[in-house]
């Protein structure tokens, strides 16, 4: 049997001294487990014994002087309710003990089998508490697991922040809690993003080394001040999410953000000499000048990424340095116009009409701040549309149902208003342009399955035969033959056999037998059978009423 390292702690409890020795020898003498053994020889006895410590297995008989078996067996289920227990009974008392009982952990074993058959069912037991114990084990290697696990579910929730993720936003503080994050949700986060290397230098260390080395340096230098969540966004770039340890009253709040600023500027220039010491790599990092709200995180995360970028092809890309930067509100329109410009390019691919036709309203209505914002908002929807045009090839198909003359040379004049007429008149040609190309698809798709039907007749004609014909999936191809045609496949099968079958009966001398093979039925009975359930009679008498008239 296979053992353990667990110790088995056993109790044999039996009135008859001779029995409860020989079972207590049995155990201690021939168990292939480690075992603790004890004996009793009442159930008073053996319940002192369970009440000064845990118990595995509980072999004990059921009738005895004072505290019977059952008894007993109910203390055991208060005291220790994984303890396994077997019975010994005898021939009389079996059916009551089974009924009177009825506990997972529970056997029965008749005095007269042996101590073969009692040694079987201790050691049935040790096997049952061992896989229990593995389950347990599991469950705590799941624990492990997740555990290894929360710095990356912690670094996606922190990287979807910084990337304006509004689902992250709105459900922050639940998934602070839930991830373990020390960062308060209530209360306003100042950034700094870092850069490792530069043109010259290329790490000599690995992805994963990199990130270590990064996690152990802003353990070792962050401020005891400060709580501090680390973000890694790619294999050389990080950012720091940094906040006071306490809330502060209004008083202090002003001296606090100064402290805060020159805590991070200090821990900007340890890691800074510490990865120039460690990896052989300068870290050019930039540094809000002031917290934020977590409302404005991913527009500050978008300015300190365009800091960060800019500021790596200068002087600092060799040594590194610190580089703080003050919050520009046109910068962050730019940025966050910039955002939906993109989700705006990502609805066109997608079809979603709708939603873009929201965007485009929200998008040029607030671009209307500035002449630079409205220049700004005017090429990049012409520099959007004419990157869809060319991708999708449909220059030429469109210019005779929408004038692309303006949209080509890049020249929408006009108000707000009249933009946003010429745009919205543009992508919804081109919306209108897919579903036609969309539709054309689909009906070349219908039009190869039909006559593929009708070539192949007496074949076979499976769904997933059809499927392989036209590229596609059985179950879409399903779908798309019902929305298309209003029929299912397999109908649409049955009638046009049936059509082809009435034809040949009425314009063909073909024997009912030879237009049966002809379509591929099984046998003759079997194509009456098909021709009786959809056309009402026989193939025979079908022909008859036709030479008849």
């Known amino acids: 049997m296979e053992g353990g390292s667990r110790m088995i702690r056993l109790l044999i409890v039996d009135d008859e001294p001779d029995i409860t020795d020989g079972i207590y020898t049995l155990l201690k003498e021939n168990s292939s487990f480690e075992r603790d053994v004890y004996k009793a020889y009442s159930g008073k006895s053996a319940l002192e014994w369970l009440r000064r410590g845990k118990f595995d297995i ?13 008894e007993l067996h109910s203390q055991i289920r208060r005291l220790w309710p994984r303890c396994k227990v077997i019975f010994l009974t005898g021939h009389s008392e079996f059916d009551y003990v089974y009924e009177a009982i009825s506990h997972d952990n529970t056997k029965y074993l008749l005095k007269t089998e042996g101590h073969d058959t009692i040694m079987g069912a201790v050691e049935q037991a040790v096997r049952e508490i061992r896989s229990e114990l593995h389950i347990e084990g599991l469950v705590v290697q799941a624990m492990q697991q997740l555990e290894q696990t929360q710095p990356l579910l912690q670094n ?20 602070f809690a839930e991830l373990g994050l020390q960062l ?5 986060v100042l950034l700094m993003f ?5 043109e010259v230098q290329q790490p000599r260390h690995t992805p994963a080394q990199l990130h270590t080395g990064m996690k152990v340096i802003t353990t070792r230098y962050a401020s005891p001040h400060l709580v501090i969540a680390l973000v890694r966004l790619d294999r050389e770039t990080y950012a720091w999410l940094a906040q006071g340890l306490h809330e502060r009253s209004e008083e ?13 500027q200090e821990f900007a220039e340890n890691a800074s000499e510490a990865c120039l010491e460690s990896f052989g790599l300068p870290l050019s990092l930039t540094l809000d000048r002031q917290a934020c709200d977590w409302y404005e995180i991913a527009d500050r995360a978008a300015m300190l990424r365009r800091e960060l970028k800019l500021s790596g092809h200068g002087a600092r890309d060799e040594g590194g340095g610190l580089l703080s930067v003050s919050w520009n509100e046109n910068a962050a329109a730019m940025e966050r116009t910039s955002r939906k410009l993109g989700r705006l390019e990502q609805m066109l691919e997608n079809g979603q009409s709708d939603a873009f036709a929201t965007g485009l309203t929200g998008l040029l209505e607030g671009s209307a701040a500035t002449p630079q914002m409205h220049e700004f908002v005017h090429h990049s929807l012409s520099l959007l549309l004419l990157r869809h045009l060319h991708r999708h090839n449909l220059h030429e198909r469109l210019m005779n149902r929408f004038d ?28 209108e342009q897919h579903t036609r190309d969309q539709r054309g698809r689909s009906d070349d798709v219908i039009a190869s399955v039909k006559r593929y039907i009708h070539d192949h007749l007496g074949e076979d004609i499976s769904l997933v035969r059809l499927a392989e014909e036209v590229d596609l999936n059985p179950s879409y191809l399903s779908r798309l033959f019902k929305q298309a045609t209003g029929k299912n496949l397999l109908a649409y099968i049955h009638d046009t056999k049936l059509g082809e079958a009435e034809r040949l009966l009425v314009h063909s001398p073909m024997k009912i037998h030879e237009i049966s093979q002809w379509l591929g039925f099984v046998s003759p009975s079997h194509f009456t059978r098909f021709f009786k359930k959809h056309a009402g009679c026989t193939p025979l008498e079908f022909r008859e ?5």
């Open 404 to 431: 692309l003359t303006a949209l080509l040379r890049m020249q929408i004049g006009g108000d707000t208003q009249e933009m946003l007429d010429y745009f919205r008149q543009a992508a919804a040609a081109v919306f």
């Open 252 to 264: 202090e709040r002003a001296s606090a953000v100064e402290e805060e600023h020159l805590q991070m």
């Open 545 to 549: 009423r036709s030479e008849a008239t």
């Open 184 to 188: 308060d949700a209530s209360r306003p």
């Open 194 to 198: 870092g850069k490792l290397g530069g």
């Open 58 to 70: 509980v072999v004990t008989d059921i009738r005895m002087p004072g505290m019977n078996g059952i």
């Open 156 to 175: 996606e929730l922190l990287l979807g922040l910084l990337n304006g993720d509004a689902e992250a936003l709105s459900g922050r503080e639940r998934q």
